[in-house]
């Protein structure tokens, strides 16, 4: 087929909104790890039944979501069975879910109701950098792989304040983020409530609204469920891909990584291999004065944690740990009185996982930033990375709620 009739295929299927990928039929299943040999048996059957891991179990006796295509399904039931798993069937079909993500009929201007897309995120920002130029300062930390450029605002109502640098959607498929995210900006802007207008007149705020915007624009247009870069992984092009969550220089593929190219944990073939990270630590070490991030948040989905360094061990905790979780429950706090929704605060490598060459373990360690979290947004698991659109204005007015609380915390240790 020639590269012309290939381009208008695409086309066609942008235009119409064809999924170049579907997910008929496909289910997620939880399934519990009770002990170290059933936790092997899945790992060796992870490429010959193609199994991919939505959320894995932290500890024995707990659970993983595991989506498996229908021509697979069959065999790993029969597997669960044979071992004595105990598993449940979470999602029946996923593409039902995909489609409810996508609306009939397109909004272009920004809001909360759908999930929006690069373009339309990148127009928003243009309309707010025209209409608060007093307020908002846009910056670029430079292109992606594919050549889009990673945008973010800096919104600051005063000289002096200290800040609070987000980056958001870095793993592609959470699409909640950048919506959630995007939301808080405009509250900043455009205050409603009189404790989110302080924090906004006396907190300067970086935000990258989407970090990863190769791998966003291929889950809108391509593969819902991408999750990493989109920079080539291996010579023969049969991998792409970087989780960009564990590129960045601090204790590089110790823990929690994979040097496989095709790993959805891939590592990358170096520290800083991508340019999303690479730019991003560029930006933070030569365009904002050292010292004047006070805390550092990577905002991801799924599970409701908000997690703190160290992710490579359980065995030790920073020195600023206290801090981090005073702050940490000063957030949850506040967002449980929103909606009642339950945030689990701790370490990653003791309350998710171990991870290592993560972005707050960046920021704590080499920028020396106290208050580092990834914060992991709704849900428990029930939808995953498809909450609904009905979902987005909830998730982000009790996050933003948490945003409140968790300055006050830090004001109360003198962090801010």
Same mark, same amino acid.
């Given at each position: ?17 064809? #999924? ?29 039944l193609k199994l991919s891991s939505w959320r894995e179990a932290r500890h024995l006796g707990e659970s993983s979501d595991i989506m498996l295509s229908?021509?697979?399904?069959? !065999? ?5 069975? !044979? ?23 397109? $909004? ?11 373009? #339309? $995120? ?50 592609? /498929? ?7 995210? !995007? ?13 989110? /207008? ?55 593929m110790l823990a929690g990584a994979e040097s496989d190219p095709c790993s959805e944990i891939y590592a990358g073939p170096s520290a800083e291999s ?9 930006? $933070? ?33 920073? #020195? ?53 979290? !990834? ?25 933003? #709620? ?15």
């Amino acid at each position: 087929m020639s590269v012309k009739i290939l381009l208008f295929v695409g086309l066609i299927g942008l235009v119409f909104g064809v #999924e170049q990928v579907r997910y008929d039929n496909y289910k997620v299943y939880n399934v519990r790890i009770d002990d170290l040999e059933q936790y092997k048996l899945l790992n060796a059957q992870e490429k010959a039944l193609k199994l991919s891991s939505w959320r894995e179990a932290r500890h024995l006796g707990e659970s993983s979501d595991i989506m498996l295509s229908p021509e697979y399904q069959e !065999t790993f039931e029969n597997l669960l069975s !044979t071992h004595n798993f105990t598993y449940k069937l979470k999602i029946e079909n996923v593409q039902t879910h995909i489609d409810a993500q996508r609306p009939k009929q397109r $909004i272009t201007s920004m809001e909360w109701t759908q999930f929006h897309t690069l373009e #339309e $995120i990148n127009a928003w920002l243009d309309v707010i950098e025209a209409r608060y130029p007093d307020v908002v300062t846009p910056f670029t930390i430079g292109n992606s792989y594919e050549g889009r450029p990673i945008r973010g605002v800096k919104i600051s109502y005063k000289d002096g304040n200290p800040a609070v640098f987000i980056e958001s959607n870095i793993h592609a /498929r959470e699409w909640i983020t950048s919506s959630t995210i !995007t939301y808080f900006i405009d509250e900043l802007l455009v205050p409603r409530n009189p404790a989110v /207008r302080e924090i906004a007149q006396n907190v300067d705020w970086y935000i990258i609204p989407v970090l990863n915007v190769d791998g966003f624009a291929y889950s809108h247009e391509y593969e819902r469920l991408w999750r990493k870069s989109r920079l080539p992984s291996d010579p023969t092009g049969n991998c792409i891909g970087t989780d960009l969550n564990r590129n960045f220089d601090f204790l590089w593929m110790l823990a929690g990584a994979e040097s496989d190219p095709c790993s959805e944990i891939y590592a990358g073939p170096s520290a800083e291999s991508d340019p999303e990270i690479s730019q991003l630590t560029s930006y $933070i070490n030569n365009s904002i004065p050292d010292g004047s991030i006070k805390i550092y948040i990577s905002l991801h989905s799924y599970g409701q944690y908000v997690l703190s360094p160290w992710g490579h061990t359980a065995a030790e905790f920073p #020195e600023h740990y206290p801090q981090m979780m005073h702050v940490a429950k000063g957030f949850s706090d506040a967002l449980y009185r929103r909606y009642g929704t339950v945030f689990t605060y701790g370490s990653s490598a003791t309350t998710l996982y171990e991870v290592s060459g993560s972005g707050k373990e960046w920021a704590y360690a080499v920028k020396n930033i106290k208050i580092p979290y !990834t914060i992991e947004l709704r849900d428990k698991g029930l939808l995953g990375f498809l909450l609904p659109p009905e979902d987005i204005l909830p998730v982000a007015r009790e996050v933003t #709620e948490g945003f409140v609380g968790m300055i006050a915390a830090a004001r109360e240790i003198d962090i801010l």
